[in-house]
């Protein structure tokens, strides 16, 4: 071990001297954009959504110049969706392969210790996935910017649909127990009671349960029209399935969180997703020129459709390059300025990053799924989603 | 005159020198540098070395295997942020740290040490389990998400003071407190008392006939073994500034276990080795394939099989020879291992 | 909600569902209980082997083969794994000094290498194969799924026939003598060293039994075979090594002590409840509700 770890320290501080004198040539070399995300673990579909968006943002920008004349390089590390490898990865990143830029986290653990250590070696990072409202609201970062929709987008829009769909439903609430689950659940109860429906009852079951059937006479006994849900990928298999199985599914509307049904887990749920609905900041049925291009991109190259997670991340990346294309540099405190405010297009529709909280604002739709795909079947704009900026650090 | 024990401690001593020297060298190399990650790298290394030295203590010495150890480690990383986030002193927050550990390892201990073999594997893994879940639960704790926020703390020692911010200063305090860990144990396994741990493994059927009480010995390893991880843990917060709850997951005991088994299981710097080879081992293997549960699996499966006294049985028996030139009436240790080929169950 | 309500609706199922989960435990703590109690070791990669059933069901169906004829394909296939695991991996260090902790540690890292290689093999996403007894009978208001009533009288078989053979065949005769005194059984002609890589290879083909079983209620994905590891040690401990009827008496009661709790308690003290009973039974009766087989 002992040579190892010389011979990585002596290359180290040998790498960071060539950084030095190659100072001048900077314009030339590449933009180094490190990824920290889960390729192993129970995350990795998840982690593998971002790096194939990732990898074909890279892929056209590249082919169209780069970003102000510079080649994009990405740099991947797994970090097995757990905050102390993440952040260790991380600082590799910011420290021994001297990245401009950070992203793909993944939990929520993870991007809140991500963020503190881009605060502490002064760089900036993104994530494309964590949907934990404090992110963007109390714990808030001024190195941390989030593309995708935060759970209080999604449960506005949701609930907004469901109150015309459904006026007035008793709606009987499943949530997964842990911090997560329990938030995004009191967020969308909160948003269904103002828009008038009526709860039926709450159950919080342990994560990785494996039958739900024990919480079902709870639910038959309480008669709901709606069933939400904020369970996730093999959990939400197992609860949606086996409804089915006992014939629950019939006369009952089941919605939930973005990632409760995902591509990664509606081929193993089958016929026992159909009529799932939730709202989310993406789909590949979205119905424009831009949309349509991406997603053939996408399939060309993974054989598999885009998910949020994977259309988000492909955003990302043009969203760094207007902003470094603006600010004329990779210099943080010059790219955070031109972060905050900007205005890009993705094949979602125009997001716009709050300066006030660095969350991206964005049209927000409401899904179904159809035949196993998931049909759009409402929206609302983005400033009708987003909520107050409750952010107060920066 | 020293008899075999001695001499292998003092064979492990001779290692220990070695490892402080070349992590000493890094410390020179990365301030010369100007390094930051592989100084925090290695600290952080040091910081799982001291857990999986809890874990040696425990199954190299009294033969019992905790699957749980990274509740101790959590517990101690917990009360540390707890108090960095009120009071951002490194003593206190040592002191909190220790003595919750404290605590925490008798209450444990008392529920662990009823039983023994391979059902205590099972009680220290169920018991890390049900605490962990706890924590992942606790909203005043940070749930799932962890606590972050910790201050970078300025260490105090006298009249001079040291930042947790800085990679060289904080490496050497973390180095200092790991080998001083490492010292402490090997000194308490040397004294009579320390010697009874090391019967229990031999043959634990005839230590209460010697005249002691093997539940004693056995909760004092346990305390210590648990006071140890507490203190490592604590240390966690300071480099990293935070905590969450997957530090006292399985995954942070079963790499402990991996280490012990790598470096080598009842020599103790085997353990401090084999901590600082895994962390080496996924660095490199982790940067060409994301399989790397695979590799490091096999490894440890051909040590547990083959390779049973780990890295360091495989070094440690030349340098004793070596040793023991000077005391011929002692030989090699062999017994303190996990060895095929001796006896029944 | 009335009081008629809370029993047709709530309590009633939960006793039933209850049982299917019941019998889903037992048999995946079969296996375990007789590698653990006749062989004396630890097989922390059982869970793993009952993915590996669980994911041959699912490739060997979306092939074109027949459920019923994957019953019998499935575990058959399992054997030559078991015996090769337990000649390589089992045999080597099965002699040494703390057999325990060694065979414990050494499937320890068979379970963390098979389930990275089966995501290697069959990729992160779960999957899951279609059920093969489709639709759910009502009686009296509790409605159970038909493929649910089927496992639970398969699963009754099952333990049936494997206690039928442990207990009442001169190979499970064989099996005993070989776990209770080894030298003794060798000298009065059992063949033992055959008679341990056989019941290994049996426990191992019960874990992929249940993996076929299970698949289409629990889906399939790489992580699976965690799932249900404590809560089998658990049944393999309260229900006493080795012991069938203990298995099957503990499954069946922590399955419904569990649904219980999670009813009156609430959900996240099933985990507590089901591990303080392991340390309860540890403490009090280490021999567990029946006692060890073959150590009588």
Same mark, same amino acid.
């Given at each position: 071990?002992?040579?190892?770890?010389?011979?990585?320290?002596?290359?180290?501080?040998?790498?960071?001297?060539?950084?030095?004198?190659?100072?001048?040539?900077?314009?030339?070399?590449?933009?180094?954009?490190?990824?920290?995300?889960?390729?192993?673990?129970?995350?990795?579909?998840?982690?593998?959504?971002?790096?194939?968006?990732?990898?074909? !943002?890279?892929?056209?920008?590249?082919?169209?110049?780069?970003?102000?004349?510079?080649?994009?390089?990405?740099?991947?590390?797994? +970090?097995? &969706?757990?905050?102390?490898?993440?952040?260790?990865? &991380?600082?590799?990143?910011?420290?021994?392969?001297?990245?401009?830029?950070?992203?793909?986290?993944?939990?929520?653990?993870?991007?809140?210790?991500?963020?503190?250590?881009?605060?502490?070696?002064?760089?900036?990072?993104?994530?494309?996935?964590?949907?934990?409202?404090?992110?963007?609201?109390?714990?808030?970062?001024?190195?941390?910017?989030?593309?995708?929709?935060?759970?209080?987008?999604?449960?506005?829009?949701?609930?907004?649909?469901?109150?015309?769909?459904?006026?007035?439903?008793?709606?009987?609430?499943?949530?997964?127990?842990?911090?997560?689950?329990?938030?995004?659940?009191?967020?969308?109860?909160?948003?269904? +009671?103002?828009?008038?429906?009526?709860?039926?009852? +709450?159950?919080?079951?342990?994560?990785?349960?494996?039958?739900?059937?024990?919480?079902?006479?709870?639910?038959?006994?309480?008669?709901?029209?709606?069933?939400?849900?904020?369970?996730?990928?093999?959990?939400?298999?197992?609860?949606?399935?086996?409804?089915?199985?006992?014939?629950?599914?019939?006369?009952?509307?089941?919605?939930?969180?973005?990632?409760?049904?995902?591509?990664?887990?509606?081929?193993?749920?089958?016929?026992?997703?159909?009529?799932?609905?939730?709202?989310?900041?993406?789909?590949?049925?979205? #119905?424009?020129?831009?949309?349509?291009?991406?997603? !053939?991109?996408?399939?060309?190259?993974?054989?598999? #459709?885009?998910?949020?997670?994977?259309?988000?991340?492909?955003?990302?990346?043009?969203?760094?390059?207007?902003?470094?294309?603006?600010?004329?540099?990779?210099?943080?405190?010059?790219?955070? +300025?031109?972060?905050?405010?900007?205005?890009?297009?993705?094949?979602?529709?125009?997001?716009?990053?709050?300066?006030?909280?660095?969350?991206?604002?964005?049209?927000?739709?409401?899904?179904?799924?159809?035949?196993?795909?998931?049909?759009?079947?409402?929206?609302?704009?983005?400033?009708?989603?987003?909520?107050?900026?409750?952010?107060?650090?920066? | 005159?020293?008899?075999?024990?001695?001499?292998?401690?003092?064979? $492990?001593?001779?290692?220990?020198?070695?490892?402080?020297?070349?992590?000493?060298?890094?410390?020179?190399?990365?301030?010369?540098?100007?390094?930051?990650?592989?100084?925090?790298?290695?600290?952080?290394?040091?910081?799982?070395?001291?857990?999986?030295?809890?874990?040696?203590?425990?199954?190299?010495?009294?033969?019992?295997?905790?699957?749980?150890?990274?509740?101790?480690?959590?517990?101690?990383?917990?009360?540390?942020?707890?108090?960095?986030?009120?009071?951002? $002193?490194?003593?206190?927050?040592?002191?909190?740290?220790?003595?919750?550990?404290?605590?925490?390892?008798?209450?444990?201990?008392?529920?662990?040490?009823?039983?023994?073999?391979?059902?205590?594997?099972?009680?220290?893994?169920?018991?890390?389990?049900?605490?962990?879940?706890?924590?992942?639960?606790?909203?005043?704790?940070?749930?799932?998400?962890?606590?972050?926020?910790?201050?970078?703390?300025?260490?105090?020692?006298?009249?001079?003071?040291?930042?947790?911010?800085?990679?060289?200063?904080?490496?050497?305090?973390?180095?200092?407190?790991?080998?001083?860990?490492?010292?402490?144990?090997?000194?308490?396994?040397?004294?009579?008392?320390?010697?009874?741990?090391?019967?229990?493994?031999?043959?634990?059927?005839?230590?209460?006939?010697?005249?002691?009480?093997?539940?004693?010995?056995?909760?004092?390893?346990?305390?210590?073994?648990?006071?140890?991880?507490?203190?490592?843990?604590?240390?966690?917060?300071?480099?990293?500034?935070?905590?969450?709850?997957?530090?006292?997951?399985?995954?942070? $005991?079963?790499?402990?276990?991996?280490?012990?088994?790598?470096?080598?299981?009842?020599?103790?710097?085997?353990?401090?080795?084999?901590?600082?080879?895994?962390?080496?081992?996924?660095?490199?293997?982790?940067?060409?394939?994301?399989?790397?549960?695979?590799?490091?699996?096999?490894?440890?499966?051909?040590?547990?099989?083959?390779?049973?006294?780990?890295?360091?049985?495989?070094?440690?028996?030349?340098?004793?020879?070596?040793?023991?030139?000077?005391?011929?009436?002692?030989?090699?240790?062999?017994?303190?291992?996990?060895?095929?080929?001796?006896?029944?169950? | 909600?009335?009081?008629?309500?809370?029993?047709?609706?709530? *309590?009633?199922?939960?006793?039933?569902?209850?049982?299917?989960?019941?019998?889903?435990?037992?048999?995946?703590?079969?296996?375990?209980?007789?590698?653990?109690?006749?062989?004396?070791?630890?097989?922390?990669?059982?869970?793993?082997?009952?993915?590996?059933?669980?994911?041959?069901?699912?490739?060997?169906?979306?092939?074109?083969?027949?459920?019923?004829?994957?019953?019998?394909?499935?575990?058959? *296939?399992?054997?030559?794994?078991?015996?090769?695991?337990?000649?390589?991996?089992?045999?080597?260090?099965?002699?040494?000094?703390?057999?325990?902790?060694?065979?414990?540690?050494?499937?320890?890292?068979?379970?963390?290498?098979?389930?990275?290689?089966?995501?290697?093999?069959?990729?992160?996403?779960?999957?899951?194969?279609?059920?093969?007894?489709?639709?759910?009978?009502?009686?009296?208001?509790?409605?159970?799924?038909?493929?649910?009533?089927?496992?639970?009288?398969?699963?009754?078989?099952?333990?049936?026939?494997?206690?039928?053979?442990?207990?009442?065949?001169?190979?499970?005769?064989?099996?005993?003598?070989?776990?209770?005194?080894?030298?003794?059984?060798?000298?009065?002609?059992?063949?033992?060293? *055959?008679?341990?890589?056989?019941?290994?290879?049996?426990?191992?083909?019960?874990?992929?039994?249940?993996?076929?079983?299970?698949?289409?209620?629990?889906?399939?994905?790489?992580?699976?075979?965690?799932?249900?590891?404590?809560?089998?040690?658990?049944?393999?401990?309260?229900?006493?090594?080795?012991?069938?009827?203990?298995?099957?008496?503990?499954?069946?009661?922590?399955?419904?002590?569990?649904?219980?709790?999670?009813?009156?308690?609430?959900?996240?003290?099933?985990?507590?409840?089901?591990?303080?009973?392991?340390?309860?039974?540890?403490?009090?009766?280490?021999?567990?509700?029946?006692?060890?087989?073959?150590?009588?």
């Amino acid at each position: 071990m002992k040579t190892t770890g010389f011979l990585a320290a002596a290359l180290g501080g040998l790498l960071a001297a060539t950084a030095l004198t190659s100072g001048a040539l900077a314009q030339s070399t590449p933009i180094k954009i490190g990824v920290v995300t889960p390729l192993s673990g129970t995350y990795t579909p998840i982690g593998q959504q971002v790096r194939w968006g990732l990898e074909l !943002a890279a892929k056209e920008i590249n082919a169209a110049g780069g970003i102000a004349g510079r080649q994009v390089n990405l740099i991947f590390e797994d +970090e097995e &969706a757990n905050p102390s490898v993440a952040v260790q990865k &991380a600082e590799k990143l910011f420290q021994v392969e001297k990245v401009d830029f950070l992203a793909g986290t993944v939990n929520s653990g993870s991007t809140l210790a991500v963020a503190q250590l881009a605060e502490r070696n002064n760089k900036l990072a993104a994530t494309t996935v964590s949907f934990a409202d404090s992110i963007t609201t109390d714990k808030c970062s001024p190195n941390m910017f989030r593309v995708n929709a935060r759970a209080e987008q999604q449960s506005v829009a949701l609930a907004a649909w469901l109150a015309k769909e459904k006026p007035n439903a008793k709606v009987y609430y499943l949530g997964p127990d842990y911090e997560m689950g329990r938030s995004t659940v009191a967020a969308f109860k909160s948003s269904a +009671e103002k828009t008038g429906s009526a709860t039926g009852g +709450e159950v919080f079951a342990p994560l990785d349960s494996k039958d739900y059937t024990q919480y079902f006479g709870q639910i038959r006994a309480t008669r709901p029209q709606v069933l939400y849900t904020s369970v996730a990928g093999n959990d939400t298999v197992r609860l949606l399935t086996q409804l089915q199985d006992f014939g629950l599914l019939t006369n009952l509307t089941v919605v939930g969180a973005s990632g409760t049904v995902t591509s990664q887990n509606i081929g193993a749920i089958g016929a026992a997703a159909e009529g799932f609905a939730t709202g989310v900041g993406y789909s590949p049925q979205i #119905d424009s020129p831009e949309n349509k291009k991406f997603v !053939a991109a996408f399939r060309d190259a993974t054989k598999a #459709d885009p998910d949020l997670y994977g259309a988000d991340s492909y955003g990302l990346l043009f969203a760094y390059k207007a902003a470094v294309e603006k600010a004329g540099s990779t210099e943080t405190d010059k790219v955070r +300025e031109a972060l905050r405010g900007l205005t890009w297009q993705t094949p979602q529709g125009a997001k716009t990053i709050r300066a006030g909280d660095h969350q991206a604002m964005q049209p927000m739709y409401v899904v179904r799924v159809t035949k196993g795909k998931f049909d759009i079947i409402d929206s609302v704009a983005s400033d009708k989603a987003i909520g107050p900026d409750a952010c107060t650090r920066f | 005159m020293r008899d075999r024990l001695t001499n292998a401690m003092r064979a $492990s001593h001779v290692l220990a020198l070695i490892f402080v020297a070349g992590a000493l060298a890094l410390a020179v190399i990365g301030a010369a540098t100007g390094d930051t990650f592989y100084l925090r790298l290695g600290t952080e290394a040091l910081i799982f070395a001291g857990l999986a030295l809890s874990v040696d203590l425990l199954l190299g010495y009294s033969g019992a295997l905790s699957l749980g150890q990274a509740l101790y480690f959590g517990v101690g990383a917990y009360v540390s942020a707890l108090t960095l986030l009120k009071v951002p $002193s490194f003593w206190l927050a040592m002191l909190a740290a220790g003595g919750a550990t404290l605590v925490a390892s008798i209450i444990g201990g008392l529920i662990a040490n009823r039983v023994r073999g391979v059902y205590f594997a099972l009680i220290t893994f169920g018991l890390a389990q049900v605490v962990s879940k706890v924590v992942y639960n606790t909203r005043e704790l940070g749930a799932s998400d962890g606590m972050i926020g910790i201050p970078v703390i300025d260490i105090g020692f006298g009249p001079f003071s040291v930042s947790a911010g800085n990679p060289v200063g904080f490496f050497l305090i973390v180095l200092a407190i790991i080998m001083g860990l490492y010292w402490l144990t090997a000194y308490l396994l040397d004294t009579p008392f320390g010697r009874v741990l090391t019967a229990l493994k031999a043959n634990e059927k005839r230590v209460p006939f010697l005249g002691y009480s093997v539940w004693r010995a056995r909760m004092f390893s346990y305390v210590l073994a648990g006071l140890i991880a507490g203190l490592s843990g604590a240390l966690y917060p300071m480099l990293r500034g935070f905590v969450s709850p997957e530090l006292m997951f399985f995954a942070t $005991s079963g790499n402990a276990v991996i280490s012990v088994i790598l470096g080598g299981v009842g020599t103790l710097i085997g353990a401090i080795y084999g901590s600082v080879l895994l962390v080496v081992l996924k660095s490199i293997i982790g940067s060409w394939t994301e399989h790397h549960l695979i590799v490091i699996g096999l490894i440890f499966m051909i040590c547990v099989m083959f390779l049973p006294k780990g890295l360091i049985g495989f070094i440690r028996p030349r340098l004793e020879e070596r040793l023991s030139e000077k005391t011929p009436d002692a030989t090699p240790l062999t017994s303190v291992s996990l060895q095929p080929g001796s006896a029944k169950p | 909600m009335n009081a008629l309500d809370y029993l047709q609706f709530v *309590l009633a199922p939960q006793v039933v569902n209850g049982l299917a989960l019941g019998v889903a435990v037992v048999l995946v703590a079969l296996g375990l209980t007789i590698i653990f109690g006749m062989l004396d070791v630890i097989n922390m990669s059982h869970g793993e082997f009952y993915a590996i059933g669980a994911y041959a069901a699912l490739a060997l169906g979306a092939a074109g083969i027949n459920f019923w004829f994957l019953l019998v394909l499935v575990p058959i *296939l399992m054997v030559p794994l078991g015996m090769a695991a337990e000649r390589l991996l089992i045999r080597p260090v099965f002699d040494s000094k703390d057999r325990h902790v060694t065979t414990l540690l050494v499937t320890f890292g068979l379970a963390l290498v098979v389930e990275d290689l089966l995501k290697v093999v069959f990729g992160p996403n779960t999957q899951r194969p279609p059920t093969p007894i489709p639709g759910a009978t009502e009686l009296a208001g509790i409605i159970v799924p038909n493929y649910r009533l089927f496992l639970i009288v398969v699963g009754a078989a099952i333990v049936s026939a494997v206690a039928y053979v442990v207990y009442r065949t001169r190979l499970g005769a064989m099996v005993r003598a070989a776990a209770f005194d080894r030298n003794m059984a060798a000298s009065l002609g059992v063949p033992v060293a *055959l008679v341990y890589a056989g019941t290994f290879a049996f426990g191992v083909a019960l874990a992929g039994l249940a993996g076929v079983l299970l698949a289409p209620i629990y889906s399939v994905f790489p992580t699976m075979g965690r799932d249900f590891i404590l809560l089998a040690f658990t049944v393999v401990i309260v229900g006493g090594m080795g012991s069938i009827w203990g298995a099957v008496v503990a499954g069946l009661l922590l399955t419904q002590v569990q649904a219980l709790a999670s009813l009156v308690i609430s959900p996240v003290w099933t985990d507590p409840i089901v591990f303080g009973t392991m340390v309860a039974f540890l403490v009090f009766r280490p021999q567990g509700l029946f006692g060890r087989l073959g150590h009588a």
